[in-house]
């Protein structure tokens, strides 16, 4: 075992399945920056940059995994999917389908999401929600360095289109070329756990739709992805000093999404509250409510998610994503 | 000088510019220098947070194209639209406010400067690569509905040019014979990436082929675009349809502030020390390319970094020097000018940065 920050995870995921498998390729805008490393050793064919053109990159993506190649595709910032929608939303995630599942689409698309470095509200959104709404799409957001190179191999041999989102507060790569641009002047809320820990010697792909339990407790469950879950993590810790007892529960991924593991630990604690970095309405807040309501279960349920565009103020960008005291408040309510 | 209706903005007179008056030029693209300047301090000071991309190289583009621009005409910016906005007439403070995210700035503090909006002056901007395209089709269509004799122009950079809603916009103002001007501003690199490596053909004969008629200038020299922009914006408002102007530029600053490859280029040591070990590392490992294939790699990485130490804004580059250089103008005057310009840009960011309404709440009251 040995330590690695996300972004090394991620790369040290990406080097392996590379140097395991010819067909892997990696294409995107500016990646012979942004991916140097993996840029001199495998060469310009398999890392090769793109011009900002997301819908004919993305939908070459598509044809590539039909063809044969197992395409990773990074758009930066998963905000510029809205540019290439089609490519997914039509293309990608129909083909099974559409072939009567005799055709598939193993391809990667890698991007950046997720907000608290102040870029504003076209550039920091989390969509998750938006693309899992789509059958046929697999939606990943590890939370930790271990999950993200698991979650990454997984997603890089799954045998159709898997989104791979890595939060931008998470991934030094992201931060410092978004954010601090090398500043010393600027800090962030960055959660120390997701942004380095232990990881494998070598990466095994971790299943999707497989939640981690990351703390029991037995008064309320907490569910959620990626930073959200290390900001319930830090909430619970402070609740447990006021007398409340919290689960934590990552679920890796949006789609398919561990409603088992919501259900049974509800089914436990008698309450829900969705900690999510996307929008509240119409996402995997409401998605967890309607997974409760179906198993037949009856529990206090809320949620602490974005409301609205995301403010490029910081202050109010801040108040607006989940953090730890709107996570407190909600919990103390439910237990009233 | 009263810097939110200074007569020398086009956006606040009622009639166009006719006349190319070198001085007035001078003074508008060192205001957006002086502006962006102060921007970038702040930017720098942490006051500012995420990305920053600035226009400093690009005030000949700016400044020639808008200052054609009458009360009625619109703008659609990108990511960089700092510097328009200014041209355009909006008060420097409520940018600045804007830039650091306060209640009273001019977006409430909502957008940040890539997502600037003033719609008394109809001027938007976008953080989305080419999105400009489409939202000038939109204006020009309003304007022929609207406010016939008026027209619309986009900004956007040349890496711009390959995305398809920017080529489908210029399709669809030659197809609907839009009053738009399209204005590409070209420093040879999309992000980090060098464009002419990642697009096809040339860009000119690109629009022609999409109907538009199409015209490559000198972004550095003001006077030169400021006369291709007033032919194809006349031709636009005359109803004879949209225009394509590619103007060249260097940026020093690259993409945005903090720019990876310029920090590598200014700061070799610092920069690349975290950088060479897993760089080796990756290199050597085995499974991957060939070794020839590596080394073409790590070439190209190098002529990368070379480049973008090249990429400085020298005296025949920059638009600004250059003017000052040709202005027919006593220096008394011209000093006299230049603290005009600095009192305004300070003014407008003490005045921004005096009261503490960042986090709004009293702000708003």
Known sequence: MKEMTYAQAIEDALAQAMAADERVVIFGEDVPALRMNLYARFGERRVRQTPISESAFLGAAVGAAMAGLRPIAELIMIDFVAVAADALINHAAKIEAFSGGRWQVPMVVRAGCGGGYGDGGQHEQALWGWLAHIPGIKIVAPSTPADAGGLLTAAIADDGPVVFLEHQLLSEDWLDYLGAGGRSTVSYDIPADGRQGVVPDRWEPIAFGKAAVRRTGSDLTIAGVGVGIHRAAEAAERLSREGISASVLDLRSIAPLDRDAVVSDVGRTGRLLVVDEDYRDYGLSGELAATLLEAGLTARYARVAVEGTIPFDPVRERAALPNVERIITAARNLMK | ?365
């Not at chain 2, 109809?122 to 989305?128: D, E, K, Q, V």
């Open chain 2, 1 to 365: 000088m009263v810097f939110t209706g200074g007569w020398w903005f086009a956006g606040n007179r009622k009639e166009r510019n006719m006349d190319l008056d070198s001085v007035a030029l001078y003074h508008k693209m060192l205001t957006c220098r002086r502006f962006e300047e102060a921007i970038a301090v702040l930017w720098h000071e942490g006051r500012i947070s995420g990305e920053m991309h600035l226009g400093i190289g690009e005030e000949g583009i700016n400044t020639g194209v808008l200052d054609h621009l009458g009360d009625d005409d619109a703008v659609a910016l990108d990511h960089r639209g700092t510097a328009g906005m200014v041209l355009r007439g909006v008060d420097l403070a409520a940018i600045v406010k804007e830039c650091i995210g306060a209640a009273d700035g001019l977006c409430g503090g909502m957008g940040g400067h890539m997502h600037l909006f003033s719609k008394g002056h109809l001027a938007a901007s976008s953080g989305i690569v080419g999105a400009a395209g489409p939202t000038a089709c939109g204006f020009a269509l309003a304007a022929q509905h609207l406010r016939p004799g008026t027209v619309a122009v986009a900004f956007f950079g040349e890496a711009a040019m390959n995305q398809g809603m920017l080529m489908e916009a210029m399709n669809l103002a030659a197809a609907w014979e839009l009053p738009v001007l399209f204005v590409c501003r070209d420093n040879g690199i999309a992000i980090t990436t060098a464009s002419a490596s990642v697009t096809g053909g040339d860009l000119e004969v690109r629009a022609r082929g999409l109907g538009v008629l199409g015209k490559t200038v000198d972004g550095a020299d003001v006077e030169m675009v400021w006369r291709a922009a007033g032919e194809m914006i006349d031709r636009a408002r005359g109803g004879r349809g949209p225009s394509f102007l590619r103007a060249t530029c260097t940026r020093p600053e690259g993409h945005f502030l903090g720019d990876p490859l310029i920090r590598i280029a200014r700061s070799p040591l610092v920069e690349l020390k975290p950088r060479l070990g897993p760089l080796a590392t990756a290199t050597t490992s085995a499974g991957g390319a060939p070794i020839a294939q590596r080394i073409g790699s790590l070439g190209r990485i190098t002529s990368m970094l070379g480049r973008t130490a090249r990429s400085k804004l020298g005296p025949a580059h920059d638009p600004v020097k250059r003017l000052r250089k040709r202005l027919a103008i006593t220096s008394d005057a011209l000093v006299t000018l230049e603290q005009e310009v600095d009192l305004m840009v300070k003014g407008a960011v003490d005045k921004a940065l005096a009261p503490v309404t960042a986090t709004g709440e009293e702000a708003s009251q």
